[in-house]
């Protein structure tokens, strides 16, 4: 019989709670996350507070929560020590160099993507992206880019846990208009972005696969609008040479 690690319940109970501040599309109200938890409200003070003195979360003045400061060094040793970063770096330079756009490398987080990696554009302006930042499945490059990776099952729980609220104008907020974006990419080999997420950004993306051909993560090529390429193959023909250069380092 398998032993009860003792305050593993609690312990997971804690990580649920700091999970739905870290997805939650803005900080969360005391009552939103009881309404979207199943504790009692003396349970999840005592939650929160705990969250708190690890300076996990943090209460702002509006009476919301928010990540806490102590996660910043907590994913800044992450990043440093993720194994995908390294192998993928220098794929991720040349994509760089022959577009000279942006690039990021991205693998998910919960309902989000989070950047673990960026290479700068060359030229004067340039995207405000921070690497550790999370960014919307449906509304970015790499975001659609690992959805296009998924597996029928998984993609469609992933797409049903979605929130697809609306960032820009020109967003997808409906999940069957998603799927079938998601479907044409998975023939295509690559996803666009074109000004989802960002007014005035086109993203081109693709996802990175491991040896069963799981996504793992996701790459993209960002560029102003304005600067855009006339002919798409410009950005796609060295992405998916990236894409492909990486998945095969993890045995792809």
């Known amino acids: 019989m398998n032993k009860v690690i003792q305050g593993a319940k609690s312990f997971s109970r804690n990580i649920e709670i700091l999970q739905f501040i870290a997805d939650a599309p803005r900080p969360p109200s005391l009552t939103d996350i009881l309404e979207a938890s199943d504790l009692t409200r003396p349970t999840l003070y005592r939650v929160l507070s705990a969250l708190e003195a ?38 991720l330079e040349r994509l760089g160099d022959e ?4 690039v990021h490398l991205a693998i998910p987080s919960g309902t989000q993507m ?15 992206s921070i690497v550790g930042v999370l960014v919307p499945f449906h509304t970015t490059g790499v975001g659609k880019a690992f959805l296009a990776g998924l597996k029928p099952q998984k993609l469609s729980d992933l797409i049903n846990r979605l929130p697809m609220e609306q960032v820009t104008s020109f967003t997808t907020t409906d ?16 996803v666009v972005d074109d000004q989802e997420n960002e007014n005035g950004i086109v993203c081109y993306g693709a996802p990175i696969l491991n040896a069963r051909g799981e996504p793992v993560a996701s790459v993209s090529v960002s560029t102003p609008s304005f600067r855009l390429n006339e002919t798409r193959t410009y950005y796609i023909d060295p992405l998916l040479i990236c894409a492909k250069a990486i998945s095969d380092k993890l045995g792809y």
């Open 175 to 190: 999940p069957d208009k998603l799927r079938q974006k998601i479907a044409t990419a998975q023939k295509d080999g690559f």
């Open 114 to 128: 989070m950047i673990i990696d960026k290479i700068e554009s060359r030229e004067a302006v340039r995207m405000a």
């Open 99 to 102: 577009t000279g756009e942006t």
């Open 54 to 91: 690890e300076l996990l979360i943090v209460q702002r003045p509006e009476k919301r929560y928010s990540l806490g400061t102590r996660l910043i060094s907590l994913a800044r040793n992450a990043l440093a020590n993720n194994d995908i970063r390294q192998i993928a770096r220098v794929d």
